[in-house]
Structure formats: C-alpha cells, structure tokens
T-cell receptor, first 115, second 115 residues
Framework: AQTVTQSQPEMSVQEAETVTLSCTYD???????LFWYKQPPSRQMILVIR??????QNATENRFSVNFQKAAKSFSLKISDSQLGDAAMYFC????????????FGSGTQLTVLP | GAVVSQHPSRVICKSGTSVKIECRSL??????MFWYRQFPKQSLMLMAT?????????EQGVEKDKFLINHASLTLSTLTVTSAHPEDSSFYIC???????????FGSGTRLTVV
C-alpha cells in the first residue's frame, strides 16, 4: 500500500518570504499523480498543484511550485512571496493508478504566515 | 469550475438516531464519490468509495452497516450514519471525480456532533 509522509507538523514563514513544505511517499508503481491541497480554517479542500509522475518538469502555479524527485520519492512544495491568505493546513496526496483512483493523504503541515 | 454541494454543514443529533449527509455535484456527473472522515488537526481518512449504481467499497475497519452510502445517481451521493454515538462525532467530507483522468472536487464538509 502507498504511504505519504509529511514530517513537518507545523511551519511558519514571514510574509513575503519563501517556505518549502516536505513530502515523501512510498510506492511500487511507476505511473501515478501527486497533489498538494490546502485546507484553510473554512476546511474547504483546495487544490494547489498537481504533478504527473511521468513528467520530468516540475509543476508550477503562480507562486507555488514543486520539486519532484521521482527516484527519491520526494515531492516538496515551495511557496514564494508568502501571503497571509496562504495560512492553512497543507496536505500532500498520492493517487493510485488502480481502478479506484482514490487519494492517499499525508498527515498535513500547518503553515502559519507571520505579518 | 466544478462544484460539489454538501449538506448539512453542521448537524447535532442525539445518540441512537441516524443522520444523512448529502453531496450533490452541481455541474458535472460524479461517476465516483469518495467519503472521508477527518478528526481535528488530523488528515483525511478514506472511509469508502462509491461508483454510481454500484455498491460502495469500504475501507478496512469501516462498518458498512453503520455508514450507509448510496450513490443512486450521477449527481447525488449520500452518507447515512446509523444509530450514531458520540464517537461518531467528526468532520465528514465528500469528494467527487467526474471521469478517468479528471481531478477531484471536494464538498465543504459536514461537522457531525452526537450528544
């Protein structure tokens, strides 16, 4: 079974600075998808970014980018120019290649943005 | 974009009663629905996966007779917590997937409190 590990329960960053959230995963599959989701206090899950394992290029969405290291099974999220609205719980997730295609989530990292 | 409407957002019920949570896809057909449970400051734990017109597949340790899932149409899935007890108090989130290769759309969650 796939597992997703987020080793940083809490992180903080100064407004306008850059922060990197770590995520590692364990799988025997070669084809899969990885995601970062944001859960603000409203608890609505919001997709931040996704990465296809077959793509070597790291995904980027405005201020959010990933460092995908397939051999190391690492998938970190970099947030540049942090804003107060970025404060949230961030979950790394893995999607199986099986027919069910369910997501497996990491334990989450609570990000605080300091003004 | 795709929207999943989840109701109710909050519900308080007496121990021993049943509660129904609805998730409705507003502008797409949800071929697969995932139901999660989330405890405070913890990750999302998959409870079950349902495909339209089929019986739900429950994760290990989830009582299928307690958590009844119905996915009778492509736009509506329901989770019924039967004979609820205080330990069933939690945050429940649904997530819909439209078709192979598409993303996941999350409902806004339901906070269930059993007294």
């Amino acid at each position: 079974a796939q597992t997703v590990t987020q080793s940083q329960p809490e992180m903080s960053v100064q407004e306008a600075e850059t922060v990197t959230l770590s995520c590692t995963y364990d799988t025997s599959e070669s084809d899969y998808y990885l995601f970062w989701y944001k859960q603000p206090p409203s608890r609505q899950m919001i997709l931040v970014i996704r990465q296809e394992a077959y793509k070597q290029q790291n995904a980027t969405e405005n201020r959010f980018s990933v460092n995908f290291q397939k051999a190391a099974k690492s998938f970190s999220l970099k947030i540049s120019d942090s804003q107060l609205g970025d404060a949230a719980m961030y979950f790394c997730a893995y999607r199986t290649s099986g027919s069910a295609r369910q997501l497996t989530f990491g334990s989450g990292t609570q990000l605080t943005v300091l003004p | 974009g795709a929207v999943v409407s989840q109701h109710p957002s909050r519900v308080i019920c007496k121990s021993g009663t049943s509660v129904k949570i609805e998730c409705r896809s507003l502008d797409f057909q949800a071929t697969t629905m995932f139901w999660y449970r989330q405890f405070p400051k913890q990750s999302l734990m998959l409870m079950a996966t349902s495909n339209e017109g089929s019986k739900a597949t429950y994760e290990q340790g989830v009582e299928k007779d307690k958590f009844l899932i119905n996915h009778a149409s492509l736009t509506l899935s329901t989770l019924t917590v039967t004979s609820a007890h205080p330990e069933d108090s939690s945050f429940y989130i649904c997530s819909a997937r439209e078709a192979a290769g598409s993303g996941y759309t999350f409902g806004s969650g339901t906070r269930l409190t059993v007294v």
